[in-house]
């Protein structure tokens, strides 16, 4: 079963509104990671966040991590085109092994 | 420092036959995983290997699929008697250390098509 679940599946948003997505993850962690997809493509590492850690910030993102309901979120702020993509979140942690277990992802169109 | 590389981009095969895909990892790193992702899926881990050993394949089907991360040269997926259902794409990543201590590094992925 999937360790990471991305909720919304889909999310459309005007051009310069924020994007907001939510990541929840079953069993405890070492660190949660979000990747962005482009359709066709390969997968690019946007910002780690560890266990002990409760936010962080990377440009226009903006990650926060609550272990005690084992969720996160991805905030996008001023949103551009170039945005739209897939974004995933991966959890590494014991019960995982040594490897990232990564969720169904958020799909974001971003329109002009 | 050229990034993950995966080769071919798109494979297409017919079924039965055999599929291998490569992977170079980044220099200097010694741990490779394959994941695969279905279409509008997120990706599902096969196997973990560093050089010459295979340390998780707990996501590999068991018949059919071998990977392997020999001491000198690419790691190689491959896919025997090759189904509709193996059509997906298959990525690589590495890293210096385990995926948790630092980020993955993906590469481009092979398209497999089944027909």
């Known amino acids: 079963s999937q360790q990471g679940e991305e909720d919304p599946q889909a999310l459309s948003i005007q051009e310069g509104e924020n994007a907001t997505m939510n990541c929840s993850y079953k069993?405890?962690?070492?660190?949660l990671q979000w990747y962005r997809q482009n359709s066709g493509r390969g997968l690019v590492h946007l910002i780690l966040?560890?266990?002990?850690?409760r936010e962080k910030h990377s440009g226009r993102l903006r990650v926060t991590l609550d272990t005690s309901k084992k969720s996160s979120s991805l905030l996008i702020t001023a949103s551009r085109a170039a945005d739209t993509a897939s974004y995933f979140c991966?959890?590494?942690?014991?019960?995982?092994?040594?490897?990232?277990?990564f969720g169904g992802g958020t799909r974001v169109l971003v329109k002009p | 420092n050229a990034g993950v590389m995966q080769n071919p981009r798109h494979l297409v095969r017919r079924r039965g036959q055999e599929a291998r895909l490569r992977c170079s990892p980044m220099?200097?790193?010694?741990?490779v995983y394959w994941y695969r992702q279905l279409p509008e899926e997120g990706l599902k881990f096969m196997v973990y290997?560093?050089?010459?050993?295979?340390?998780?394949e707990s996501g590999m089907p068991k018949e059919r699929f071998s990977a392997e991360f020999p001491k000198e040269g690419p790691s190689i997926l491959r896919i025997q008697q090759v189904v509709r259902g193996d059509s997906a794409a298959y990525f690589c990543?590495?890293?210096?250390?385990?995926?948790?201590?630092?980020?993955?590094?993906f590469g481009q992925g092979t398209r497999l098509t089944v027909v």
């Open positions: 220099k200097g790193h010694s741990h």
């Open positions: 990543a590495s890293s210096p250390l385990g995926q948790g201590i630092t980020e993955a590094f």
């Open positions: 290997l560093q050089k010459e050993n295979i340390i998780d």
């Open positions: 966040i560890r266990s002990n850690e």
């Open positions: 991966a959890t590494d942690g014991l019960a995982a092994g040594n490897k990232l277990t």
């Open positions: 069993t405890s962690i070492n660190n």
